[in-house]
């Protein structure tokens, strides 16, 4: 379990346009855990995910995008085999070990949402990489009552295994 906040100060001297002398204090509390179990369970993983995507939009100005790509695919790789290691059952072992990479977009377009994704808070980034899933057949339950034969699949209405979103 994660043990109390642990209390961080930093104190920074500076010098206005003014000649005038400032000191600015931040204080900050960090939560500090002893198990990594706990460390995972508790981390903001859209928080982690903000910080990858703007870190990946700075360096690719430097590096190649494949080399950009190859290094965060590293670094979740890395993050995902800790886990396991320390953290997972046995028998919770995940069936995808491979990560595929995406689709090469224009120039335009990485221009774009690089452009996009630096100015957005986690949240934003948040609603960008997992949009809302609306299910499609209460939206049309909504809109039309009860269904009649050949506006909806009776299945999808009476939660079948297939159901379709919007």
Do not use: W
Not at 68 to 73: A, Q
Not at 141 to 150: A, K, R, W
């Amino acid at each position: 379990m994660c043990v109390l906040a642990r209390p961080v100060q930093c104190a920074v001297l500076y010098t206005s346009c003014g000649g005038q002398r400032r000191l600015r204090v931040h204080n900050m509390a960090v939560n500090c855990c002893s198990q990594l179990a706990d460390l995972y369970r508790n981390c903001e993983t859209d928080t982690i995910i903000n910080f990858f995507s703007k870190y990946a939009f700075r360096s690719v100005l430097t590096s190649p995008t494949k080399t950009v790509r190859e290094g965060l695919v590293n670094q979740c790789a890395q993050i995902l085999a800790c886990y396991r290691k320390n953290c997972a059952s046995p028998s919770s072992a995940g069936q995808s070990d491979v990560l595929l990479p995406a689709a090469d977009a224009s120039l335009d377009d990485r221009a774009f949402l690089r452009q996009l994704l630096s100015g957005m808070d986690v949240s934003e980034s948040h609603v960008f990489f997992y949009p809302r899933l609306l299910p499609l057949q209460e939206l049309l339950l909504n809109i039309f009552g009860t269904p009649s034969f050949g506006q909806i699949d009776p299945s999808l209405v009476s939660g079948g295994d297939h159901k379709v979103f919007f």
